[in-house]
């Protein structure tokens, strides 16, 4: 079974600032994908970015890129230029490829971005 | 096309009552998905359908619950006989197989059990 851990529970950011945010799987695919959503207060869940394992080059979305190290299982995301939207609850999640193609969540991390 | 929309987005319910929660996925959608999302956690899975067949559940899904997709379209979600526990986040996710690995979420069902 897959695992997906966020070790931290919550962290704050001054806005313009750079944040980063670590995610740690466990997985025996090789075959997988790798996502970050974001869940605004009162919000549905948004997806961020995402990161196919096959690909060596990291992904990136406008201000927001990952750090994917396959063989440490590591996957971690990095804000830039904060902005006050941003602040939310961030959740890593993990999809074997095939299958149902369910998502595999995080316990989650509030970010929340000052003035 | 709005976007996944579920109903309603708030149920208060007493314990032994049963509860139907409803998802429209996005119209083209052919998977649709329903997680659990308690106080601090991250969503779990609870169900998955490939149109109207239901593929997988999760052990999460006691016998108490049921999910139902007629005809490919909308989903339910049937709790019977609710208890405390069931108190969470109800959230509905749909893609479409084979075009995009994205899974777009609807702002989920809260129910509390008292």
């Known amino acids: 079974a897959q695992t997906v851990t966020q070790s931290q529970p919550e962290m704050s950011v001054q806005e313009a600032e750079t944040v980063t945010l670590s995610c740690t799987y466990d997985t025996s695919e090789n075959n997988y994908y790798l996502f970050w959503y974001k869940q605004p207060p009162s919000r549905q869940m948004i997806l961020v970015i995402r990161q196919e394992a096959y690909k060596q080059q990291n992904a990136t979305e406008n201000r927001f890129s990952v750090n994917f190290q396959k063989a440490a299982k590591s996957f971690s995301l990095k804000i830039s230029d904060s902005q006050l939207g941003d602040t939310a609850m961030y959740f890593c999640?993990?999809?074997?490829?095939?299958?149902?193609?369910?998502?595999?969540f995080g316990k989650g991390m509030k970010l929340t971005v000052n003035p | 096309d709005t976007g996944v929309s579920q109903n309603p987005r708030h149920k208060i319910t007493k314990r032994g009552q049963n509860v139907t929660f409803r998802c429209d996925p996005i119209s083209e959608h052919n998977r649709l998905y329903w997680y659990r999302q308690t106080l601090g956690q991250g969503p779990e899975f609870l169900t998955y359908f490939q149109n109207e067949a239901q593929l997988e559940k999760s052990r999460l899904l006691s016998d108490r619950f049921s999910a139902e997709r007629p005809k490919g379209s909308f989903s339910t979600l049937e709790i019977q006989r609710t208890e405390q526990g069931d108190s969470a986040m109800y959230l509905c996710?749909?893609?479409?197989?084979?075009?995009?690995?994205?899974?777009?979420f609807g702002q989920g069902t809260r129910l509390t059990v008292v």
């Open positions: 996710a749909s893609s479409n197989r084979g075009r995009d690995t994205e899974a777009f």
């Open positions: 999640a993990f999809m074997k490829h095939g299958g149902s193609e369910k998502l595999v």
